[in-house]
């Protein structure tokens, strides 16, 4: 149980990974993170992971402490000297220890693990969301700002949900930690396009559906996605989840359809290389 | 320079004032501040502080860690350790070390000091803002996100601005860590009320001006506010500050005004208890 946790250049033990209370991301919550997940030892779609990274980083403009080779063999030394069978890495770069609180600085870079358990096939009971009128900030950066999502989660635990979908102007966009799909009853498979962070997932899942299906990247309606044949919601660590419920309205049969169960068989091909 | 900082209940050496990487506030960006102004060892309006700090903890569901009079006593304790002339106190309250990295768990309690300088006289020379659309998430809760903020200070600087004021379905609100207020040409002082955190320095005003002249607390146009005779912000830190130039349109005769000069000249009257 002696794990580590990189801080900028050097491996430290997990409980004592430290950082100064100066950080302007525990001063103004400035900071970027991504979120891989690693079996056996090797890390799943690290190449859009690294890729993302280093464009939120550009866009936020944070020095990314180190070139994108050197963190990748700081990241195989890390995984390699916690040797856990399945994991999450996460990847965070801070505003940095800033001499005014307000003003970027130069950004601590920190790369935690942690054990993770995954889905190998599709989840049979699919879950509930609730919508909620939010747009985040800067939405194709992933920033750390989880400030509405945690704060949801009272209403989302009263709802007896499982996580919450945001909507603006009547478009719904994505939930927290998680994109969204919709089937229609012609097998027409549709996403949000705009206001969103571009999951890895869903580039997965967009790539495995082309040629096989009609695919649309655009807005949808809040009421459209009511009259869906099928919703699911994708991420690192959820992969492919059905929706059967979306602000108690019962989303086509209410169980896993066929194209989810399909797209979900074939992702989970893709990752686990069966 | 051997400056202490209070972490939950004890005091360290201010550049060994550390958290763990697993705070929800690096995690996720979720916290609370406030922040204060100590004048020859005396915090300036501290029951006001301290009364917001109790109200954000509570809207955010974060334990405040130690009831208000015994953080007081701790406060006092800080202050007479550091035996600064003038400095702004910083009491942050973090979603704490989360196990899951996303629910909330038993807050860190952080309270920082440092050196500060304070105006004792009107700034002659006011500032120019620019205008940017953005809507703080809950407005009213003193929270850590200033993500927008960091952010815009290069659009900022590139516009040889002092600070940006937000507006939101064309009403103006607040700059990131200022209220605004202007004066209509018949010398009524109008601030915002809606959307907005209501400062302490605000609050202040409000009362000073209360009798003195007719007051209003509501939305701001746009267009309205680049037609005042007068345009102030205020601050703990600037106290009130004028404003010559909003998006390049010079308010008023583009210098500080007769009745800005006079609540200001009242405000620090109040503070230096001159």
Chains 1, 2 share one sequence.
């Not at 400035?30 to 464009?55: A, C, E, S, T």
């Not at 059967?244 to 194209?259: F, P, Q, R, S, V």
Request: net charge neutral; hydrophobic share 40%.
């Amino acid at each position: 149980m002696n794990r580590l946790t990189l801080i900028n250049d050097a491996l430290a033990p997990a409980d004592q990974a430290l950082i100064h209370v100066s950080d302007l991301a525990l001063q103004r919550g400035y900071g970027i993170f991504d979120f891989f997940k690693v079996i056996n030892g090797n890390p799943v779609f690290l190449d859009n992971h690294l890729d993302r990274f280093y464009r939120s980083a550009a866009r936020m403009r944070l020095q990314p402490v180190m070139p994108a080779d050197i963190l990748r063999e700081k990241i195989a030394e890390l995984i390699a000297a916690n040797n856990l069978i399945q994991s999450g890495v996460r990847i965070t770069l801070t505003g940095g220890y800033s001499p005014d609180g307000y003003t970027i600085s130069h950004p601590n870079l920190i790369v935690t693990e942690q054990p993770l358990n995954l889905p190998t096939s599709i989840h049979e009971q699919g879950i509930s969301l609730i919508t909620f009128p939010y747009q985040r900030q800067l939405p194709d950066v992933k920033t750390i700002d989880y400030l509405m999502a945690v704060w949801l989660q009272d209403k989302i635990s009263q709802a007896q949900a499982a996580d919450v979908l945001y909507h603006y102007d009547d478009c719904i966009t994505e939930c927290p930690r998680a994109n969204i799909f919709m089937v229609t009853s012609s097998n027409v498979l549709i996403t949000p396009a705009n206001n969103i962070l571009k999951g890895v997932t869903r580039h997965r899942v967009l790539e495995i559906a082309a040629g096989e299906m009609k695919v649309e990247e655009r807005d949808i309606n809040k009421e459209e996605i009511y009259k869906a044949r099928e919703v699911f919601i994708t991420s690192t660590t959820k992969h492919l989840m059905p929706v059967k419920l979306i602000d108690g309205k019962i989303i086509g049969t209410g169980t896993a359809g066929e194209t989810t169960r399909y797209l979900c068989n074939k992702y989970n091909q893709s990752v686990y290389g069966k």
